[in-house]
């Protein structure tokens, strides 16, 4: 099975500042084949499902703002939020939907300081 | 728009049964994969089961197989999940989510339904 690694678990920031969350995984995700890394983000806020933000690694689910940025390829990817406002405060999971079993990391928890 | 309802969940005895449903409604649901996701109370998201849109493939989290049986009506646009010898590490909400439309290679979750609380307890 693919395990994903999400760092920090945790993260405190002020409205405004940039938050950088990592997913590293334990194989490559890449599809050789299309050169897609199979890799998406997830935002969960409390008793609501997880929203998708990213999917392909990059690319923005519709409706997304453009503060949230996905990036990396094959096996460390990151998830960016440019400028953090109060209604990012979520905890975020990537997910690989390279293999059966799907995996998700152990999410990361966003707070304002 | 896209509607994923599930079914009440409930509170089950160790070893008994329990069957899941989700009604899907705003999309032509025998042209999608589905999938369960489960999240014990306080931690965070595991993958169950995906289901072909067709019902011709199914493949399962190890620790479900051959206890969870994912299945499908396309006529009324339902999925289900019949969990049995359940165990107190069942307990969860349990999330029916869309998947990939036929004929794209792949594409993560995108709807996702509330969510059912499925509490094993004596």
């Known amino acids: 099975d693919i395990v994903l690694t999400q760092s920090p678990d945790s993260l405190a920031l002020s409205l405004g500042e940039r938050a950088t969350i990592s997913c590293k995984s334990s194989?490559?995700?890449?599809?050789?084949?299309?050169?897609?890394?199979?890799l998406a983000w997830y935002q969960q806020k409390p008793g609501q499902p997880p929203k998708l933000l990213i999917y392909w690694a990059s690319t923005r689910e519709s409706g997304v703002p453009d503060r949230f940025s996905g990036s990396g390829s094959g096996t460390d990817f990151t998830l960016t939020i440019s400028s953090l406002q109060a209604e990012d405060v979520a905890v975020y999971y990537c997910?690989?939907?390279?293999?059966?079993?799907?995996?998700f990391g152990q999410g990361t928890k966003v707070e304002i300081k | 728009q896209v509607q994923l309802v599930e079914s009440r969940g409930g509170v089950v005895q160790p070893g008994r049964s329990l069957r899941l449903s989700c009604a899907a409604s705003?999309?032509?649901?025998?042209?999608?994969?589905m999938h369960w996701v489960r999240q014990a109370p306080g931690k965070g998201l595991e993958w169950v089961a995906i289901?072909?849109?067709?019902?011709?493939?199914?493949y399962y989290l190890d620790s479900v197989k051959g206890r969870f049986t994912i299945s499908r009506d396309n006529a009324n646009s339902t999925l289900y999940l019949q969990m049995s010898s359940l165990r107190a590490e069942d307990t969860a909400v349990y999330y029916c989510?869309?998947?990939?439309?036929?004929?794209?290679?792949?594409?993560?979750?995108?709807?996702w339904g509330l969510g059912a609380l499925v509490s094993v307890s004596s």
């Open positions: 289901i072909w849109h067709d019902g011709t493939n199914k």
């Open positions: 194989q490559s995700v890449l599809y050789s084949s299309n050169n897609k890394n199979y």
């Open positions: 705003g999309f032509t649901f025998s042209d999608y994969v």
């Open positions: 989510a869309r998947g990939r439309p036929r004929g794209i290679a792949a594409r993560p979750l995108d709807y």
């Open positions: 997910l690989q939907y390279y293999s059966t079993p799907w995996t």
